[in-house]
């Protein structure tokens, strides 16, 4: 979606939060993609993607265009969600979403199959399975940007607004996050 359309429909969700299902539909199977890359768990993913959603469209209007897109600032609470939920271990359930905010997906039965494919994709994927596990050893700083990069498929300048930090960090992270991956693997 291209940063004009997400402004327009970011101005007519603050408006009507009715609106804000649109949003929700384009981004959250990105999201919760997203999630599932980092924690491995599906069901965590899940009621992680429901709270990033909960967050902002509750605090929807303190979101500004400045030098982030609305999709990275998305990633960018979902990654503070998947922080706070391992320093509490508290999710918020998709159901409490819906009813907290007074909106519903377009069609429920689209998640449900969102699940079940992101599942089966998961149980197909012993590789994938391997690298999260020597992933969870890397402090979370090069979890995040590793999984960004090469799982997310974003750039760094993308990356650099997601996690707010600038490219040059980004790619020093990178690469850091890289060699102590390298380095698990050889242990």
């Known amino acids: 979606m291209h940063l004009q359309e997400e402004s327009r429909l970011v101005a007519a969700a603050r408006k009507d939060p009715t609106v804000f299902a649109v949003l929700f539909d384009a981004y959250h199977p990105k999201i919760l993609a997203y999630l599932i890359h980092r924690t491995g768990e599906v069901a965590l993913a899940q009621d ?78 012993k590789d994938f399975l391997e690298i999260q596990k020597k992933l969870e050893n890397l402090p979370f700083v090069y979890q995040t940007v590793i999984t960004l990069r090469y799982l997310e498929e974003k750039d760094f300048p993308e990356i650099a607004e997601i996690m707010g930090k600038r490219k040059g960090t980004v790619r020093s992270l990178l690469s850091r996050g890289l060699q102590k991956l390298r380095n698990v693997q050889q242990k």
Request: glycine share 2%; with cysteine; net charge negative.
């Open 48 to 125: 992680l993607a429901s709270e990033t959603f909960f967050k902002a469209l509750s605090k929807l209007w303190q979101f500004q265009f400045r030098s982030i897109s609305f999709s990275a600032w998305l990633y960018r609470i979902a990654t503070n969600e998947m922080n706070m939920y391992y320093r509490s271990k508290r999710p918020v359930s998709l159901d409490a979403l819906m009813e907290g905010c007074g909106f519903d997906a377009s069609d429920s039965s689209d998640l449900v199959e969102e699940l079940k494919e992101a599942e089966e994709k998961l149980s197909r994927q």
